[in-house]
């Protein structure tokens, strides 16, 4: 009897472990999960923050802004049922200041107009500006996607931040082809304005009463005209040049025997 109540004990204590090792293992792997998705709302946080934050480089609407503002929100909710004290507290901050900010932009309708916006001069917020539109392009198709955004907006947006990438890549080429100018890499301008002109086309030809387009069109036929005409009088200097050489070439080259 003693016996049997012994082997009674030590099973009951195995299965006690065993269950005990089971709820710690679905602790640990809760609190793995909480982490990771913490982790994953902070990643949302701080890219839609840093998106935010350089909106002011360039011409966006107020729509784009709004939709940056509810993917912030939504990440400061989730992160606030992911977190205890302290850090739950500044959470629940953030969402409150978040909140009134988005109360005092409803309603509001500012879409500025994509003519003003101009190239940074500065080679590193040239970069922040095509990071940065490349990112928002990302959100604002992965919040259509979610049904967050009306399929207006989505297409109006969209096709603003597309204009916005032709103009920055426009602007590029025809900067560089004119610092390759000023090297005397006559090839290498001529190459990039034609690809300016060809994008300039393109683009006219979807938006033909866009003032830009006219305007950056008569920059690079300018442009062009200036490489042409500096190639053509660095010519005759070359052939000058290679001429002196052969007569050079003649007049000290083995006299032949006759």
Not at 81 to 87: A, E, G, I, S, Y
């Amino acid at each position: 009897m003693i016996f049997t109540l012994v082997l009674l004990s030590i099973g009951a204590l195995l299965l006690l472990v065993i269950v005990i090792n089971v709820i710690q293992q679905q602790k640990e792997k809760a609190e793995a999960e909480r982490r990771m998705e913490l982790a994953r709302q902070r990643a949302i946080l701080d890219e839609t923050e840093g998106v935010l934050s350089n909106t002011g480089m360039m011409p966006c609407s107020s729509y784009i802004v709004m939709i940056l503002y509810r993917r912030i929100q939504e990440a400061l909710s989730n992160a606030v049922n992911l977190t205890v004290p302290p850090q739950k507290n500044d959470y629940q901050r953030r969402l409150l200041d978040l909140q009134a900010q988005i109360e005092t932009l409803q309603g509001t309708s500012n879409v500025p107009p994509i003519e003003s916006f101009r190239l940074p001069d500065n080679d590193k917020q040239v970069l922040v500006v095509v990071q940065t539109l490349k990112k928002l392009k990302a959100i604002l198709r992965a919040e259509h996607n979610k049904g967050k955004v009306d399929p207006t907006v989505f297409a109006e947006e969209e096709n603003r931040i597309d204009s916005l990438q032709l103009r920055i890549n426009v602007d590029s080429m025809i900067s560089r082809a004119r610092a390759a100018c000023f090297m005397k890499q006559y090839g290498s301008a001529k190459q990039m304005v034609s690809k300016a002109l060809a994008t300039l086309h393109a683009i006219k030809a979807q938006t033909p009463n866009d003032p830009f387009i006219g305007r950056k069109v008569d920059e690079a036929k300018q442009l062009l005209d200036e490489i042409m005409g500096a190639q053509k009088m660095s010519e005759p200097a070359g052939r000058q040049k290679r001429s002196e050489e052969d007569d050079l070439d003649m007049l000290f080259q083995p006299k032949k025997k006759w």
